[in-house]
């Protein structure tokens, strides 16, 4: 059993700030990459960020320069620190992660999503 908990989301102002944080827990041997996604209304899954085990963060380019995204390797979480926030990046953000199970079993989890809403 492997679980993806999210928090952060809300409501701001545009130009204002949030942090998402994913937290895995479950039987994990490892996790190699976890990242975020989002999805507007009417609209596909998008990639926000990945952080892979070594190797460097990757973004989508709509938000390169005012995300960053980060690893607690310890305690299996990540986080989106969201800055200058624009109504357009109004969606819901769902965390994965690409995790090897301790019955040796590699896929991709994800989390229940929450939802970010900027005001203009």
């Known amino acids: 059993q492997v679980q993806l908990v999210e928090s952060g989301g809300g409501l701001v102002q545009a130009g204002g700030s949030l942090r998402l944080s994913c937290v895995a827990s479950?039987?994990?041997?490892?996790?190699?990459?976890m990242g975020w996604y989002r999805q507007a209304p009417g609209k596909e899954r998008q990639l926000v960020a990945t952080?892979?085990?070594?190797?460097?963060?990757t973004y989508a380019d709509s938000v390169k320069g005012r995300f960053t995204i980060s690893r607690d390797n310890a305690k299996n979480t990540v986080y989106l620190q969201m800055n200058s926030l624009k109504p357009e990046d109004t969606a819901v953000y769902y965390c994965?992660?690409?995790?090897?199970?301790?019955?040796?079993?590699?896929?991709?989890?994800w989390g229940q999503g929450t939802q970010v809403t900027v005001s203009s």
């Open positions: 994965n992660a690409q995790i090897l199970t301790t019955s040796y079993w590699q896929r991709q989890y």
């Open positions: 479950g039987s994990i041997l490892s996790i190699s990459a």
């Open positions: 952080d892979t085990s070594g190797s460097s963060a």
